[in-house]
């Protein structure tokens, strides 16, 4: 009977995996901290003899190489990966005997990469499990655009024909266990939920698998958002072949070396939960939760390469962090700490710190500037109208877009905020770390800058005007009820708004989100009382909301006749 055991890495968003029979096991995709792969396989009392790469993997250093070192494994990596070592190369449809009637068959999925390869795991001939890389996730694929730019396109659609393979030669019972897709940034969109599938929940679910492949690909490529910038050292650090790990404890520090390495200009990293640093820090230190994604936005925004202090609250936190930040490839902290602020600060110096507050307490502010961290694509989902927007990621080198007075910095949640406001403490900004859901906002009474399509009908009840900026063929297959039409193709071209709608509030809306948003900025520029429609006409009409059709737009033709201002 085979096993197969899942090796988190939360932190990250991946899995491993050590799958075999009574005496011997196949390691997929793993880490690089080897070690907790061998204690998997010392309690299930097999010996690994072979390790197994779905692809060079371009978010986290690879523990492969070491890992069939130091077990006399033989290292399958797909054939057409070039890398800088020796393995046993593997092609489509090779098999792989792993013990009595356990065999590993090798199937190539290109998309997340060009040489992406799936293993089916077979016990007696029949499929019971594949291992899916970067290729079939939970509801959705790996992201097909952290090669290279001009082979995306041709990846998206390799994508699509890889699901497509897997659906046609699996049955359904297949358990499905990719490697991306639990919070990493490698995943192209958002899990269908669970942490569980099959082939046949896929066919189901999986947005590769449902749609056409025009309409895939083409939201696949709309959805793809940031890059983490250590990417761009991953895959050569895994082609080259990752060196060995060192977790043992760094160099201590004292408070007098942690001032000079932070007057050098080096990074001094406070690993502690995010209210204990703003209660009280090292001025000019920084704080990346270790609770958090700390390896993913420490080595995002960390220069590649400058050196790294840590300061723990206990050896625990500091050995875990370690741990962590080998897998994205931070080897070893030019130094550390435990203990707290005061063990931390020099003689005659007292610790910083800075306010945090709540988005209720936000609204009752007045004068300051609002910080928004998120990504664009959760900006795009609903933001607070006339705050500054600069992702977490992108905030060190653009400080200087930042207007003086108390800055109030926010996430989705409280972390990246938390970094956020670290950030701009270390720099000499007043800041405000705002603690709190960003559903809180909107509660708080906070005006948004896109409202859902319930808000737009209860503004225009109100006496807002709903403008329509999408084009007349689309406004006559069917729009809102007493909606007016003003192509954004209109607006960008410097005509007005219909006369109904001049000095009144606007509710723009189009049909996904995107040119109202485009709209509502234009608007907003000429003075206009904007705000515009989540989702567009794809929302309203799921929500339920009446829809009318018809073909005349006279007002529209009107104003453009009579050259109505």
């Known amino acids: 009977m085979y096993f197969v055991d899942t090796i988190e890495v ?37 010996r690994i003899t072979h390790v197994v790469e779905t692809h060079v993997h371009n978010d986290y250093v690879t523990g492969g190489l070491e890992l069939a070192r130091l077990t ?11 890398v800088a070592y020796a393995r046993v190369p593997v092609a489509d449809g090779d098999r792989t005997h792993i013990e009595d009637d356990l065999v590993l068959r090798a199937l190539a999925t290109p998309g997340h990469t060009p040489h992406h390869t799936s293993y089916v795991l077979e016990e007696a001939g029949r499929a019971v499990a594949v291992f899916t890389g970067g290729s079939l996730l939970i509801g959705t694929v790996g992201r097909p655009d952290l090669v290279e ?50 082939i046949g929940r896929e066919r189901q679910v999986n947005d590769a698998l449902v749609k056409d492949v025009d309409t895939f690909v083409a939201e696949l490529l709309a959805a793809l958002d940031d890059v983490p910038a250590y990417y761009a050292h991953m895959g050569p650090a895994n082609t080259q072949g990752p060196a060995p790990v060192d977790l043992t404890p760094p ?43 700390l390896a993913t936005y420490l080595a995002w925004l960390l220069p590649w390469g400058k050196p790294v202090t840590l300061l723990a609250e206990s050896p625990a936190q ?13 080897d070893r902290p030019a130094a ?23 988005f209720a307490d936000l609204a009752a502010q007045d004068g300051v500037i609002t910080l928004d961290v998120r990504r664009d694509s959760e900006r795009q989902a609903g933001h607070i109208k006339s705050s500054l927007h600069i992702p977490v990621h992108e ?78 063929p689309e406004w006559a297959e069917g729009h809102a009820p007493g909606a007016v039409l003003a192509p954004l193709s209109a607006l960008t071209a410097g005509e007005p708004l219909p006369e109904s709608a001049r000095s009144r509030p606007v509710v723009a809306i189009c049909r996904s989100g995107k040119r109202s948003r485009e709209a509502a900025a234009l608007l907003s520029a000429r003075g206009a009382e904007v705000v515009d429609v989540v ?22 033709a009107e104003s453009r006749a009579s050259g109505a201002e």
């Open 10 to 46: 939360p932190g990250l968003g991946n899995r491993g995996y050590l799958a075999g029979g009574a005496h011997s096991a196949v390691v997929v995709d793993p880490p690089r901290d080897i070690d907790r792969v061998i204690t998997a396989a010392a309690r299930r009392g097999v």
């Open 72 to 82: 006399g494994a033989a290292y399958l990596v797909p054939a057409a990966a070039r």
């Open 149 to 198: 730019p001009g082979l995306t396109g041709g990846l998206a659609r390799a994508q699509y024909d890889s699901a497509h393979r897997l659906a046609a030669e699996l049955p359904d019972e297949t358990r499905v266990l990719p490697t991306h897709g639990f919070g990493s940034f490698c995943s192209a969109g958002e899990s269908a939920g669970g942490t569980a599938t099959t």
């Open 251 to 293: 160099r201590p520090a004292d408070p007098e070396e942690i001032a000079a390495r932070l007057a050098a200009g080096e990074w001094v990293v406070d690993l502690r939960h995010r209210v204990a640093f703003a209660e009280g820090h090292v001025a000019g230190s920084v704080n990346f939760e270790a609770e958090g994604q």
């Open 318 to 330: 500091l050995a875990d962090a370690q741990r962590e930040l080998v897998r994205v490839g931070i």
């Open 336 to 358: 550390a700490a435990t203990g707290s602020p005061a063990d931390w600060v020099r003689p005659g110096e007292s610790p910083r710190s800075f306010p945090r507050g709540t």
């Open 395 to 472: 905030l060190r080198g653009r400080l200087s877009e930042i207007p003086d007075g108390t800055v109030w910095v926010h996430c989705a949640g409280g972390m990246r905020a938390g970094i956020a406001a670290s950030l701009l403490d270390a720099a000499g900004r007043a800041v405000v770390a705002v603690d709190d859901s960003f559903d809180s906002a909107r509660a708080a009474g906070l005006p948004m800058a896109r409202v859902t399509p319930a808000e737009a009908r209860e503004r225009a009840d109100a006496g807002a005007v709903l403008v329509d900026v999408r084009e007349a």
């Open 535 to 556: 989702g567009g006409m794809r929302a309203w009409t799921e929500a339920g909301l009446p829809v009318v059709a018809e073909s005349g737009f006279p007002e529209v």
